[in-house]
Structures are given as C-alpha cells and as structure tokens.
C-alpha cells in the first residue's frame, strides 16, 4: 500500500530530531521538531499550479507547517506545495 497526495499536495518524511549537542543527551520534550524533510510522495499539480517538487528532494518548511499522520509505523507530514519553503541542494 503506497499513499498518493493528491492535487498541489506533498508527503515528506521529516528528519530526525537532534539527540545530542555538544555530548549533552537532550530529553523528548525539549527537542526541537525538525523543519526538514524528504519528499517521498507529490501529487500533480493543479490546474492553476504546476508541480515543481518531486520525489527525493530534500526540503525546508515552516515550523507548522503540514498535518502529521502515521501510516505503517512511520510518521509523515503532508503539506501543500506552497508551504515548502525551499529545496536543499546537495
């Protein structure tokens, strides 16, 4: 089963938060959710936006950006296109 965002919409499996900094453990309540993530679904597009993000690209997005939802032990933000905020260049 594979979920597949439909019109302007994006699936991003967001990066792992910090564990440590500086060989201090940080505990679950203060780490900071990460503002990062891999696309691993896009939907088309719409009729009046053209979908130019894809699969694999690796992007930043705002800090409330997108729904969380889990599907198959993993957790996912899905979001619109319109609030990623950039593309990471590797």
Not at 33 to 44: H, R, W
Not at 58 to 76: H, Q, R, S
């Amino acid at each position: 089963m594979k979920i597949q965002p439909l019109g302007d919409r994006v699936l991003v499996l967001p990066a792992p938060a910090e564990e440590k900094i500086g060989g201090i453990i940080i505990p679950d309540t203060a780490k900071e959710k990460p503002l990062q993530g891999t696309i691993v679904a896009a939907g088309k597009g719409t009729k009046d936006e053209e979908m130019i993000l894809k699969e694999g690209d690796t992007v930043l997005y705002g800090k409330y950006a997108g729904t969380e939802l889990e599907f198959e032990g993993e957790k996912y933000l899905m979001m619109r296109q319109n609030d990623v905020l950039a593309i990471i260049n590797k």
